[in-house]
C-alpha cells in the first residue's frame, strides 16, 4: 500500500536536470517492494499470534493497531527530520529504524511476550514511514513533472507486488504446512524477521553510498499564506474517505486468513489459508493497471464510485453466504481496493493550489485507519462471530461510494479560492 506522503515536487527542483534518473529509480523502486512485503506480512502474523499467545481477535488486531498508529504518531515528526537531514539521509534512517524494528522480533520470541512483539511492529512502522516521506516525493522529482503520475504509479506497482508475495513466503516461512501452532512458541518469527533486518541494513549501506541527485527544497510558501486546506470540503471528506479506505482493506486482509480456517467456508489450515492472500493483494495489482487504462475514458469519481459498490456487494456475499461463493467473494474485494487510494487521493486535492501540499499530509495522517477500523472488527469478531464482523468494512464501502457520488465534487467551505 504505497503512500504520497509530504506532497513537495510542486515546489522543489533537482540539481542537475538532465542527469538520467533510471538507475536512481530502480533503487527507490526496491523499497517500494520492501514495504509493502513487510506490510502484508502483517496478516500472516496476526493468525500465527493469535495461536501462539492464545488471543482473542480485538488482542490480535493490535498487531495493525501497533503498526499503524506510527503512521499517525511518526509522520509529521519525519517531515521535519527529512526536511532538516535531506531525502537521501531520510531514506538510510528509516531503512536503519525499519531494520531494528525486525531484529526485536528476535527477543520478542525468545521472551514470549506479547507486548514486545507489538512494541516491535511499531518501532519498524515507524522506519517505514519515514522512508515513505522521504521516498514518494523524491520519485515525483526524478524527471519531468508531466511524467511523475506515471513514475509514482509504476513505484506503487512494485509495492503492491510486494504484498503479493509476501503471503505466499510467509506461509512458509511463519506456518509449517499441516502443523499447529505451538501454545507459547512464536519463534517461527525470528529467522523470517532477521532476514528481513539484514535485507534493511545491506539497502542502508547501498543508499548511505550512492551518488543520487540531489533535491533542492524551497522555501514553504504555505506559511505566509492566509487560508486553509481545511476549508475545502472535498478534502476533509477525502480525509475521511482515506481513513475508510485503508482501514477496509486493512481490516478484511488481516482476517481472511482466519475466514478461510472457519468449517462453514473452506476449513482450512492457517498455512494453507494463508496463500490464498496472494490473490487479495495480487487483485489490487493487477486492478491498479485496469483502473490506470479505464480511466482515460471513464471519471475517477464514476470508477470510484462502481469499485465501492462492488466491494460493497461482494463483502455482503460473504457475510450472508458460505463455502466456495464466500470465499471468492472477499478475495475479490482486492480487485475493487485497487484504485481507490490513489483515486481519493487526487480528488481529494483537487483544486487545493497553493494549499496542495498542507492537504497530502491531512490525507497521510488519515491512514491512521488502518489502526482503528480492524481493532472494531476485532471487537465486533469476538462479540457476535468473525463472519458478521465483515459488515463493518461493508459500511466503510457506503461512505466511498458517496464520496465518489458527491463528496468528491470540489467545494470551499467558506469561499476559499480553488
Known amino acids: 500500500m504505497a503512500i ?50 492464545e488471543l482473542n481477535y480485538t488482542q490480535a488486531m493490535l498487531v495493525q493497531f501497533c503498526f499503524f498508529i506510527a503512521y499517525f504518531v511518526v509522520s509529521l515528526p519525519a517531515g521535519k527530520l527529512v526536511g532538516a537531514i535531506g531525502y537521501q539521509r531520510g531514506i538510510v534512517v528509516g531503512l536503519v529504524i525499519a531494520s531494528v524494528g525486525c531484529l526485536l522480533f528476535y527477543p520478542a520470541a525468545s521472551a514470549g511476550i506479547y507486548a514486545l512483539f507489538l512494541l516491535a511492529l511499531f518501532v519498524l512502522a515507524s522506519g517505514i514511514t519515514i522512508l515513505q516521506v522521504a521516498a514518494n516525493p523524491y520519485v515525483s522529482t526524478l524527471g519531468p513533472v508531466e511524467t511523475a503520475s506515471s513514475r509514482l504509479t509504476m513505484t506503487q506497482a512494485f509495492n503492491s507486488f510486494g504484498t503479493t508475495v509476501a503471503p505466499f513466503f510467509g506461509s512458509i516461512l511463519i506456518f509449517t504446512e499441516g502443523a499447529e501452532v505451538v501454545k507459547g512458541d512464536a519463534s517461527a518469527t525470528q529467522v523470517p524477521y532477521l532476514m528481513l533486518a539484514g535485507a534493511l541494513l545491506i539497502l542502508a549501506g547501498i543508499f548511505a553510498k550512492l551518488a543520487l541527485p540531489k533535491i533542492i527544497g524551497q522555501d514553504d510558501q504555505e506559511v505566509t499564506t492566509k487560508g486553509s486546506a481545511w476549508q475545502y470540503s472535498h478534502l476533509t471528506l477525502g480525509a475521511l474517505g482515506i481513513f475508510m479506505y485503508v482501514g ?30 496472494t490473490y487479495y493483494w495480487g487483485g489490487a495489482m493487477v486492478g491498479r493497471f485496469i483502473g490506470a487504462a479505464v480511466m482515460q475514458k471513464v471519471s475517477g469519481r464514476a470508477v470510484l464510485t462502481f469499485n465501492a459498490l462492488a466491494a460493497f456487494v461482494l463483502v455482503l456475499v460473504a457475510v450472508f453466504f458460505d463455502g466456495m461463493v464466500a470465499f471468492w467473494a472477499i478475495l475479490l474485494v482486492g480487485l475493487c481496493n485497487s484504485v481507490m487510494f ?29 489502526a482503528i477500523v480492524p481493532l472494531f472488527q476485532g471487537m465486533l469478531a469476538d462479540s457476535i462471530g468473525l463472519q458478521l464482523s465483515f459488515l463493518l468494512p461493508a459500511l466503510c464501502y457506503v461512505y466511498i461510494a458517496f464520496y465518489g457520488i458527491k463528496g468528491a465534487i470540489p467545494h470551499a467551505i467558506e469561499s476559499g479560492k480553488e
Open 342 to 370: 490513489p483515486t481519493i487521493f487526487s480528488l481529494a486535492l483537487n483544486g487545493l493550489g497553493k494549499f496542495t501540499a498542507q492537504g497530502s499530509g491531512i490525507l497521510c495522517l488519515a491512514i491512521v485507519g488502518g
Open 248 to 277: 477496509a482493506e486493512v481490516a478484511i486482509g488481516s482476517t481472511i486468513v482466519n475466514f478461510f480456517t472457519l468449517d462453514s467456508i473452506a476449513g482450512m489450515h492457517e498455512g494453507e489459508a494463508a496463500k490464498y492472500l
Open 4 to 53: 504520497s506522503m509530504q506532497q513537495q515536487s510542486a515546489q522543489e527542483s533537482v540539481s542537475n536536470p538532465n542527469q538520467s534518473y533510471r538507475f536512481a529509480l530502480v533503487a527507490l523502486t526496491s523499497l517500494f517492494f520492501m514495504w509493502g512485503f513487510i506490510t502484508c506480512l502483517n496478516d500472516i502474523l496476526i493468525p500465527y499470534l493469535k495461536g501462539a499467545f
